[in-house]
């Protein structure tokens, strides 16, 4: 680490650090679906009662849980960029992909004992592709003027992630769970700092 405070917590806190190797294997959402099922990581099938009733395998379009996820970064042991999700699965302001239309220019990055730590994707810059979402979610526009006028009246091409700050810190210490790193962590039989 390039930073020698920095550095000394972390071989403090977990001794065994190595800072992952770039690049990052990159991996199209559609490709974590064939590798789940051909790795034998099934779904469950439950019942209306929510009993388990079978297993099946993961289908394009369905969003992948965090256990399922979680194991296939660990299974294959080093970071990965899941890219490209089905449309349906992401937020209504993610850019669709120009080349395929049914999957979002949006990335997850999956860190091995982790899973997710960050989410990202380029955003709509058309108005007229905004308002088309709006409508195809069901969603009033208008409390989103400010967002739908900075399409109207000029914007350019742009995108945003969000982090989770206790999951990258799990990550870099070595811990299983974000309760381990989180300041004020909640769980049963503990809802007070």
């Not at 977990?14 to 190797?21: D, E, I, S, T, W």
């Not at 779904?43 to 209306?48: P, Q, T």
């Not at 699965?89 to 049914?102: I, N, V, W």
Request: glycine share 8%; hydrophobic share 35%.
């Amino acid at each position: 680490m390039a930073n020698p405070e920095a550095a000394a917590i972390v071989a403090e806190l977990n001794p065994g650090f190595v800072a992952p190797k770039k690049p990052f294997r990159r991996m199209d959402y559609a490709d974590a679906i064939k590798w789940l099922n051909e790795n034998g990581i099934k779904k469950d099938v439950l019942d209306e009662d929510g009993n388990k009733i079978g297993e099946a395998d993961y289908e394009f379009g369905e969003d992948i849980p965090e256990s399922p996820e979680r194991r296939m970064t660990d299974t294959i042991g080093e970071p990965i960029l899941l890219c490209r999700f089905p449309t349906p699965l992401k937020a209504f302001y993610m850019k669709r992909c120009p080349e395929d239309p049914s999957v979002t220019e949006s990335v997850d990055v999956l860190m091995p004992n982790v899973g997710e730590i960050m989410g990202a994707s380029m955003r709509i810059a058309d108005y007229e592709e905004l308002m088309a979402a709006y409508e195809r979610e069901g969603i009033d526009s208008t409390p989103y003027y400010w967002f739908t006028d900075q399409r109207k009246y000029g914007t350019c091409e742009h995108g945003g992630f969000g982090i989770g700050v206790e999951r990258f810190l799990a990550w870099l210490l070595n811990r299983f769970t974000v309760r381990d790193v989180c300041l004020y962590p909640r769980f049963p039989g503990r809802c007070q700092p």
